[in-house]
């Protein structure tokens, strides 16, 4: 099955600074990577996600890249925010099936 | 309603007794997931339902066991659990399984097992 390694567990950042998260799969044949943000005692709420056939996803000031020959993806947030502290999730799937989470990323933003 | 609602949203159980926990979604969406999430882990899948059918069962003991009634409503019934199953309990849906389009998961359930 899919092994999804995410680095780092955690990552504190100066508010204005940027953030990367990155993560590692294993089974060449996943094609869906999203990523998922979760405040604490809330539920994981999807910020991005990205297709295999695309190599890099912005939305204002998160983007994500994928490289699909090295097999990993990375968050990355610019500007940071207070509000952009919580723990960050990545997952792995195949055609938006079975989603293979990664361990977890707990950002915290320093005002 | 781009909603996937849970109830209830707390549940303390002790360990002789019977309960459920309801997930609700009103997008037509056809495939249904419940998860299990320890704190400051990632959700591990249990279940996935696709058009009202047991898909896939992660191994999971059998005093979970999950019920889709219709479309739209997913149980999740709980007997003899033990205080280790003290989790938050995610309930998703997506608009099939197979693309993963409107993946979308509910408040949760959070049980504790005394």
């Known amino acids: 099955g899919e092994n999804v390694e995410q680095h780092p567990s955690t990552l504190s950042v100066q508010e204005g600074d940027s953030a990367v998260i990155k993560c590692t799969y294993s089974d060449s044949a996943s094609n869906y990577f999203p990523w998922y943000k979760q405040e604490l005692g809330k539920r994981p709420q999807l910020i991005i996600d990205?297709?295999?056939?695309?190599g890099e996803k912005k939305d204002q000031r998160i983007a994500v890249t994928l490289n699909k020959t090295a097999k990993h993806f990375s968050l990355h947030i610019t500007e940071t925010q207070p509000e952009d502290s919580a723990v960050y999730f990545c997952a792995a799937s195949v055609a938006g099936n079975q989603f293979y989470f990664g361990t977890g990323t707990s950002l915290t933003v320093i005002p | 309603d781009t909603e996937v609602t849970q109830t209830p949203k707390h549940l303390v159980m002790g360990m002789t007794n019977k309960k459920s926990l309801k997930c609700e979604q009103h997008m037509g969406h056809r495939a249904m997931y419940w998860y299990k999430q320890k704190a400051k882990k990632p959700p591990e899948l249990m279940f996935v339902y696709s058009y009202e059918k047991l898909s896939i069962n992660e191994s999971v003991p059998s005093r979970f066991s999950p019920e889709c009634p219709n479309s739209s409503l997913l149980n999740l019934h709980l007997h003899a659990l033990q205080p280790e199953d003290s989790a938050l309990y995610l309930c998703a849906s997506s608009q099939d399984f197979g693309t993963g389009y409107g993946y979308t998961f509910g408040s949760g359930t959070r049980l504790t097992v005394v």
């Open positions: 990205i297709r295999s056939n695309v």
